[in-house]
């Protein structure tokens, strides 16, 4: 499904990131990370390109806002996996950002990721 594509994952929760990387592997993915951190996602987008993303909302540093609004203006796409609500600057700038309610599977997280990617 993947194709090999890039995909960043941004997650703080050790299973929940480790059980993400797993499915895009298994879908055929390159996964950039996981990381716990902005700081590190940040870098990691300086290093690589990526075709899209799957980040949870609030990480070990900090919210995921500079990552989010970087891969918006990169016109990544991204899907959110959080168990709180998007910060207001997100949702402010940006309404129609998608947001999954924890817990929701990986391979759900890769379908909705795949079909924004074929989009943009």
Do not use: C, W, Y
Not at 16 to 31: C, K, Q, T
Not at 39 to 57: N, Q, T
Not at 62 to 79: C, E, H, K, Q, S
Not at 104 to 109: A, F, N, V, Y
């Amino acid at each position: 499904m993947l194709q090999n594509a890039r995909i960043l994952v941004a997650e703080d929760e050790a299973f929940i990131a480790l059980d993400i990387a797993l499915a895009i592997e298994e879908a055929g993915g390159l996964v950039i990370g996981p990381t716990a951190h902005v700081f590190e996602a940040l870098e990691l987008l300086r290093k690589h390109d990526v075709s899209g993303a799957i980040l949870d909302v609030n990480l070990a540093d900090r919210d995921v806002t500079p990552v989010a609004l970087l891969l918006i203006d990169r016109l990544v796409p991204l899907v959110f996996h959080t168990g709180i609500d998007l910060p207001s600057e997100l949702t402010a700038r940006h309404p129609n950002l998608i947001v999954f309610t924890k817990p929701t599977s990986p391979d759900r997280l890769i379908r909705h990721l795949h079909r924004q990617m074929k989009t943009a």
